[in-house]
């Protein structure tokens, strides 16, 4: 008897899925992960409930592969701009530049995806909290290692505290998110950018 032949996932399928994602991601953004249904989400995209439970099984795993799938656009909008930046302080500036690009450019609606989540979820112990943190996690370490490479490189000086300037520049970089979603002004995006220089001490273009 032929063994029968595993069957890939179908494209227009994926496809279909990804573009749910997108849009939960945005939705959640404005509205709130924890205000993320599958009933408001299938109203957002005009599919049926029974549709939607077709790649979703049950709120939390919507919530959960909806915070994958804003960390894969987060990914391609921001940390990919640090992927052709020399290592060490260039790469920290091209980092914190898309990152505040990325609040300009209004890719998720309400700023950026995950401070808006952990600020969300921060007192809610569960799986969706542990896959927010797990990215904060990323984010930071990805911090970490280029200044931590400056360090070594000499741009920064040698007893340079990097926890803190990780520190420094993580809450610029999210105080900007705040104060752009609350007041809409671009000037405080520009200012974002120089003080995450300054804060570096970042001479160079």
């Not at 069957?7 to 709130?32: C, F, K, M, Y």
Request: hydrophobic share 45%.
């Amino acid at each position: 008897m032929t063994a029968p032949v595993s069957r890939r996932p179908r494209s227009d399928g994926e496809r279909s899925r990804q573009a749910i994602l997108a849009t939960a991601a945005r939705l959640a953004s404005t509205h709130g992960i924890e205000r993320l249904s599958i009933g408001d989400l299938a109203t957002e995209v005009g599919m049926s409930k029974s549709g939607l439970y077709a790649h979703f099984g049950s709120k939390e795993e919507l919530q959960l592969a909806t915070i994958d799938a804003a960390e894969e656009i987060f990914n391609r909008v921001v940390i990919a701009a640090a992927d052709s930046a020399e290592p060490g302080l260039p790469a920290v500036v091209a980092l914190s530049d898309a990152f505040i690009d990325h609040l300009r450019d209004r890719v998720f609606p309400g700023g950026c995806f995950f401070a808006c989540a952990s600020a969300e979820v921060h007192a809610k112990p569960g799986p969706v909290k542990e896959r927010i943190a797990e990215f904060d996690d990323r984010w930071r370490g990805r911090l970490e290692r280029e200044l931590t490479a400056a360090r070594a490189s000499g741009d920064l000086a040698a007893d340079e505290d990097i926890a803190a300037l990780v520190f420094d520049v993580d809450a610029l970089l999210y105080y900007a998110h705040g104060a752009f979603s609350f007041r809409g002004d671009p000037a405080v995006l520009e200012t974002a950018r120089r003080a995450v220089r300054r804060r570096i001490g970042w001479t160079g273009a």
